[in-house]
């Protein structure tokens, strides 16, 4: 029997790391044998039954569909805010609870730490954001479709751009910059660039808006110059400061590479500085369009005392505060520490950490820029012995080399901020090599409404 476009009803049986509801249909083949074809169905919850049409496609194992009607609902669905969420790939599990998606993302941190052989009664609910986990973000970035649009990437297809006319998770500010930016666009036919002919002039829009201190920042990435387009930039630059006197910062980047990234080979300012100030925990940053910075900046700041109080730290200490960005950790840590060293392979965040030290008066920290292996040795060599380490890497985790080299430093304590509990998990097997044991792991929802989690854990050396 030959193979066509079926409809089937399904029940959804687990999660993928993407946040889909996962089910296997066995379906006869052309062949005539009868072959599993497991399909991801985004927007459903484990236990649902539900239709999907699956279309034609001989041979393939796997497919990705949503589905066209849930046909028994989970206790845990709610109705999604957003008016673009079932084609906008910016939110995965909006139609699911919150309440649901904490205990998501509890129930994910226990399983990978169990599958490990940890003991994952340590592990604390998550702190959520409760009260209001909406424009919860700082910063976002924003894609120019081939045929003008401006919003996120289409859910499952990062060829096609959703024109968006509001984002739930971005600060109401943004928004309106964005929209800004999208009647000018629109207004003058601006070309959007299209991925497939590499032709085209409006590649991204980036936004960033200081929770604390107000101040925004907005960041055109194109493949032209801004001269060729002067006529236009005084008309665009004049509405976004009347409308949003709190921009501080509008630029203009030209970006030709191929790479789909924001990222400037020249960089024109059409408006104000080329950073703007924010703040967190208490401390002042300086932050340019390519700073890592926590995107959360309420529950960021939650992880920085969570890792104050499980550090324990004193005036007695030195520590080592390893992937350490521009010192959001550093500079709260230093003052409670005799001395701090940080270590980063980003030069430019280095910089950074350094003028934020030196502007918030701290003068007690060493900063290097260099990978975590080797500016590990570079600091026990020239700085000397922690009493205390930090680490916060990114989402591949900090990797057997390093942890084996943590390890071997036996301080009392190590505090691990992870993004990633999959990779946290495989990276703490090192540690308890070396006689440590895990102690406490605090999750915080800093990314509502995506599958996301961040943590801070706390390893304690054995007695022995
Ligand atoms: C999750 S961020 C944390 C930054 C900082 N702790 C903060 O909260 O702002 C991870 C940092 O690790 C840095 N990084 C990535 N790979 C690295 C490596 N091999 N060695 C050192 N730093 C690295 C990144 O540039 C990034 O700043």
């Not at 993407?18 to 089910?23: D, F, V």
């Not at 169905?41 to 949503?66: K, M, Q, S, Y």
């Not at 991204?204 to 990435?221: K, P």
């Not at 406490?440 to 304690?460: G, N, Y």
């Amino acid at each position: 029997m030959t193979e066509v476009t079926r409809t089937y009803d399904v029940t959804i049986k687990g999660l993928d790391k993407k946040g889909s509801g996962t089910a296997t249909i066995r379906r006869e083949e052309i062949t005539g044998r009868n072959k599993n074809l497991k399909v991801s169905v985004p927007e459903t919850l484990v236990g649902e039954e539900v239709r999907v049409t699956v279309p034609n496609a001989l041979g393939r194992r796997r497919a990705n569909i949503l589905p066209d009607e849930i046909l028994k609902r989970h206790p845990e669905r709610v109705g999604p805010e957003c008016p673009h969420f079932e084609l906008c790939g910016g939110c995965v599990w909006q139609h699911w609870s919150y309440e649901g998606q904490l205990k998501e993302k509890h129930k994910n941190i226990v399983n990978f730490l169990k599958d490990k052989d940890f003991d994952p009664s340590v592990v604390q609910p998550v702190i959520g954001m409760n009260e209001d986990p909406w424009h919860y973000r700082n910063k976002m970035e924003f894609t120019f479709g081939k045929n003008g649009e401006l919003g996120l990437h289409e859910l499952g297809n990062f060829r096609n751009v959703i024109d968006l006319d509001t984002c739930l998770i971005a600060g109401k500010n943004m928004t309106a910059a964005m929209l800004i930016v999208s009647d000018w666009a629109k207004k003058h036919e601006l070309p959007g660039y299209n991925k497939d002919t590499k032709v085209g002039l409006m590649r991204h829009l980036m936004i960033r808006e200081s929770q604390i201190t107000g101040e925004m920042m907005v960041a055109l990435f194109t493949t032209d110059n801004p001269e060729n387009h002067s006529n236009i930039l005084n008309e665009l630059v004049e509405k976004l400061t009347e409308q949003l006197p709190q921009i501080e910062s509008i630029m203009w980047m030209k970006n030709t590479d191929i790479a789909d990234r924001t990222q400037s080979e020249d960089t024109t300012i059409l408006y104000g500085r080329d950073f703007i100030y924010d703040e967190m925990s208490g401390y002042k940053y300086r932050v340019w369009f390519d700073t890592f910075f926590q995107t959360n900046p309420v529950q960021a700041q939650k992880l920085v005392e969570l890792a104050i109080e499980m550090a324990e730290a004193n005036k007695e200490m030195k520590m080592i505060d390893l992937f350490c960005g521009v010192g959001t950790f550093s500079l709260p840590f230093a003052n409670r520490v005799k001395e701090l060293a940080g270590i980063e392979i980003v030069e430019s965040s280095i910089e950074s950490a350094k003028r934020n030290a030196r502007d918030n008066d701290i003068d007690n920290t060493y900063f290097l820029a260099q990978d975590a292996r080797r500016g590990m040795d570079k600091v026990l060599e020239e700085w000397g012995t922690p009493d205390l380490v930090l680490l916060d890497p990114p989402r591949s985790g900090a990797g057997g080399k390093v942890m084996r080299r943590i390890g071997r430093l036996q301080t009392d304590k190590v505090v691990y901020v992870s993004c990633n509990p999959e990779t946290f998990a495989e990276d703490i097997v090192w540690l308890r090599e070396f006689g440590y044991e895990l102690k406490r792991v605090q999750p915080v929802d800093l990314f509502p409404h995506t599958v996301h989690v961040e943590l801070v854990a706390l390893m304690s050396r054995m007695e022995e």
